[in-house]
C-alpha cells in the first residue's frame, strides 16, 4: 500500500509539473531520432539523426549548457555516404562519450562505434564484431555503462529479432549471439542495482497487434517470462531506465487515432506496473521517446512530426521530482485526503480518525516552488489557497509523527 501512494503521488505530479517542451532540432530538415546524456561537466549532449529520406542518415551532435532550455546549433558527427541510422550515445567511466551507431557503408548494416572527449571531435570509427557471419546484417544498437565501467547492448539481428551482448572493456564484446526475442524490434536495456536486468521491446503479437513487452535477466543469460505492458495493438518504441528510487520506468509510443503520442509505466519490481500514464497530447505523430534519470529528475527527448513522412523535429523536456521524494520524507499507509473547492477558494480536509490532530502543510508549484505554508488546527477541515493557477500541485503536510504529501488538482 505504501508503495502505491508514492507512485500515484509521483507519476500525477509529473504528469503537471515540467518545464516547456524545447526545440532541440527543427525546421525543414527531417530528424527523426534523438539521444542524449549528461557530460562531466554537467552539460547535456544531445546527438540526432538527420535523415531526409529515411535511409541516406547522417549524425549531429549539439549541446545545452542550462540544462536543456536552450541548445547549440548541431555540429557533424559523421556524414558520409550510406546509411547512418539507429544509435545510441553512452558516457564511459574515463569521462569519454562513445557512440554506437548501425551503419551500410559496406553494403550491410554493421554496428559500428566512435568516441569523443568533449562531443565535438570524434574519432576511431571501427566495426564490433558481435560474432555474426559476414553475410549477416545487425542494427539499431542500445548501450549502456554499468557502475562497474562494463557495457551491455541490445541490438536487432535481421531476421532474427532481439539479441544483447556484453564488453568488460572497449571492443571486447561477447560473441554469444544472445537472443532476448525472435520477432522483437527497438529493444533497450537497462541496469538495476540490485542486480536485474530489464529489456524492453516491441513485437507482433499476430494480426499485426504491436504490443510493448518486457523480461528481466539477471546473468543476461537466462531470461523471464514476457510481461505485457500494453495491449491497444498499436505501441512501438520502448526506452527503458532505472529512477534513483530502484522503479523501473518504460517510455514507449501509443497510437489512439489520430495520431501516436507518449506514454509511460513505472514498476518497483518489474511485474506490477502503474496505470499508464500519457505525456504528450498532439494531433500529430510524437514518437523514439528517449531518457536520463537523475536524481532531480527526468530528461525526456523525442521525435515529433510536423509532417511524418518528411519533416521531423526533436524536442526536450525536463521533469522534476516533486519535493516529497526528498529524504527524510515518508509515506504513511494512509492519510488525510486534500481536495480543491473552486467556489469558496479553499482546500478541504477530508480527515480520518489516524489523522485528527494539529499540524502543518506546504503547497509547492510543478516546478518545486512552495506556494504557501499553512497551520492545520485539530478539528480544522478547511484551509484557504492562495491565489493559484490552474494545474497540478503537490501539498506535503505534518500531522503528528506523521508526513506525506498528497496531489490537489487547481480546476
Not at 501512494?5 to 532541440?24: D, N
Not at 546509411?83 to 548494416?109: H, I, K
Not at 549502456?144 to 556484453?166: F, L, N, Q, V
Not at 478539528?379 to 506525506?404: D, F, M, V
Request: with cysteine.
Amino acid at each position: 500500500m505504501k508503495k502505491a501512494i508514492v507512485l500515484s503521488v509521483f507519476i500525477a505530479f509529473l504528469s503537471g509539473g515540467h518545464s516547456q517542451p524545447v526545440l532541440i532540432s527543427g525546421g525543414p530538415e527531417n530528424d527523426i531520432i534523438g539521444r542524449i546524456c549528461r557530460m562531466p561537466d554537467g552539460s547535456l549532449l544531445a546527438v540526432v539523426e538527420r535523415n531526409p529520406d529515411w535511409n541516406s542518415g547522417d549524425l549531429y551532435s549539439c549541446y545545452s549548457e542550462d540544462n536543456g532550455q536552450s541548445w547549440s546549433a548541431l555540429s557533424p558527427v559523421i556524414s558520409i555516404t550510406g546509411n547512418q541510422s539507429t544509435f545510441s550515445v553512452t558516457m564511459t567511466l574515463d569521462d569519454s562519450v562513445r557512440l554506437y551507431y548501425a551503419s551500410d557503408e559496406t553494403g550491410l548494416y554493421r554496428i559500428r562505434t566512435l568516441a569523443s572527449a568533449d562531443g565535438l571531435v570524434w574519432s576511431g570509427s571501427y566495426e564490433i564484431d558481435l560474432g555474426w557471419p559476414s553475410g549477416s546484417q545487425v542494427y539499431d544498437p542500445a548501450v549502456i555503462t554499468e557502475p562497474d565501467g562494463s557495457m551491455t547492448m541490445t541490438y536487432i539481428a535481421m531476421g532474427s529479432g532481439a539479441h544483447i551482448a556484453h564488453c568488460d572493456e572497449i571492443n571486447a564484446w561477447d560473441q554469444l549471439m544472445i537472443q532476448i526475442q525472435e520477432g522483437a524490434f527497438r529493444a533497450r536495456v537497462c541496469f538495476n542495482p540490485n542486480g536485474l536486468y530489464l529489456a524492453s521491446y516491441h513485437r507482433n503479437l499476430g494480426g499485426n497487434q504491436y504490443n510493448v513487452m518486457v523480461r528481466t535477466s539477471e546473468d543476461l543469460k537466462q531470461w523471464s517470462s514476457e510481461t505485457q505492458i500494453t495491449n491497444n495493438g498499436n505501441s512501438h518504441d520502448p526506452f527503458c531506465g532505472v529512477l534513483p528510487d530502484g522503479s523501473f520506468m518504460v517510455y514507449y509510443a501509443r497510437y489512439e487515432a489520430p495520431a501516436y503520442n507518449i506514454c509511460r509505466r513505472e514498476s518497483p519490481d518489474a511485474i506490477v506496473w502503474s496505470d499508464e500514464e500519457q505525456i504528450t497530447f498532439d494531433v500529430t505523430y510524437n514518437t523514439q521517446p528517449a531518457f536520463i534519470a537523475e536524481t532531480e529528475g527526468i530528461g525526456l527527448v523525442w521525435t515529433h512530426a510536423v509532417n511524418y513522412d518528411t519533416n521531423n523535429d526533436i524536442y526536450f523536456c525536463f521533469y522534476p521530482f516533486p519535493p516529497s521524494s526528498a529524504p527524510g520524507v515518508t509515506q504513511p499507509s494512509s492519510g488525510p485526503a486534500l481536495l480543491c473547492d473552486p467556489l469558496s477558494g479553499q482546500i478541504v480536509i477530508q480527515r480520518n480518525d489516524a489523522y485528527c490532530g494539529s499540524g502543518q502543510m506546504a503547497l509547492w508549484s510543478a516546478t518545486g516552488s512552495c506556494c504557501g505554508r499553512f497551520i492545520i488546527h485539530e478539528a480544522q477541515t478547511r484551509t484557504s489557497l492562495p491565489n493559484l493557477e490552474k494545474g497540478i500541485y503537490l501539498a506535503t503536510w505534518q500531522i503528528g509523527e506523521e508526513t506525506g504529501c498528497s496531489k490537489i488538482l487547481i480546476p
